[in-house]
């Protein structure tokens, strides 16, 4: 079974810079995660989707970040402008209809 | 608000001993926990997850502990391998939803 799949790994752009990451779960699973991750860090959730429905974005700093899961299976996630602090790993994971997550590699992004 | 943290950031020990991981989790509301490991350039992978209904659960080579009382978890790794050698992540899950909430992490180095 394939797991979770992020890309691009790395990504390096300047400051005030767009930037996008994709996600495709695992197969099957209806809710899908964004987090945040710096370094030294446990993740931080950004957004949880339920199928196609943000059904927590409450910690998205909605003025640059941006979500959408338009078909309830891959996601993207944009940055737009990026800021130096936007510089993290940021992780996409999924799950099924029990509590446990798994996670896809992440996408280190540097803002320079 | 709700928190995790660990007690100590970096955990040495030799191969072949036996590692102990805490954590400490302020929500008594908390229901279900989960101990995650990270390595190096990779998304946290699922270790293993206990309920507030019990209080010890055993997988291959590790042991979580649950201690309600004073709001304390382990992890138990018997048998040390250069392999565990990861930063680890307890999390916490409160309610009916499956939003985890991760502490900072430990990193457990393995000695030869």
């Known amino acids: 079974e394939a797991g979770v799949v992020q890309s691009p790994r790395y990504k390096i752009i300047e400051k005030k810079q767009p930037v996008a990451f994709w996600c495709n779960p695992i197969s099957g699973h209806n809710t899908l995660y964004w987090y945040l991750q710096n370094l030294g860090q446990g993740p931080e959730l950004l957004i949880r989707?339920?199928?196609?429905?943000?059904?927590?974005d409450s910690q998205l700093p909605k003025d640059r970040f941006s979500a959408e899961r338009l078909k309830g299976v891959d996601s993207t996630l944009k940055i737009q402008p990026a800021e130096l602090g936007d510089s993290a790993v940021y992780l996409c994971a999924s799950s099924s209809d029990s509590y446990e997550q798994y996670f896809g590699p992440g996408t280190r992004l540097t803002v320079t | 608000g709700e928190s995790v943290g660990l007690h100590l950031p970096t955990l040495s020990v030799q191969e072949g001993d036996n590692s102990i991981i805490n954590c400490a989790y302020s929500?008594?509301?908390?229901?279900?926990f989960i101990w995650y490991k990270q390595e190096s350039g990779k998304g946290p992978q699922f270790i293993i997850d206990?309920?507030?209904?019990?209080d010890k659960r055993q997988g291959q080579r590790v042991t979580v502990l649950l201690n309600k009382t004073v709001k304390h978890l382990s992890l138990q790794i018997a048998a040390t391998q250069p392999g565990d050698s990861a930063v680890y992540f307890c999390a916490e899950n409160t309610g009916n939803t499956d939003k985890l909430i991760f502490g900072t992490g430990t990193r457990l180095q393995v000695f030869p």
């Open positions: 989707y339920e199928n196609e429905e943000a059904v927590d």
């Open positions: 929500n008594s509301a908390s229901d279900y």
């Open positions: 206990i309920r507030s209904n019990m």
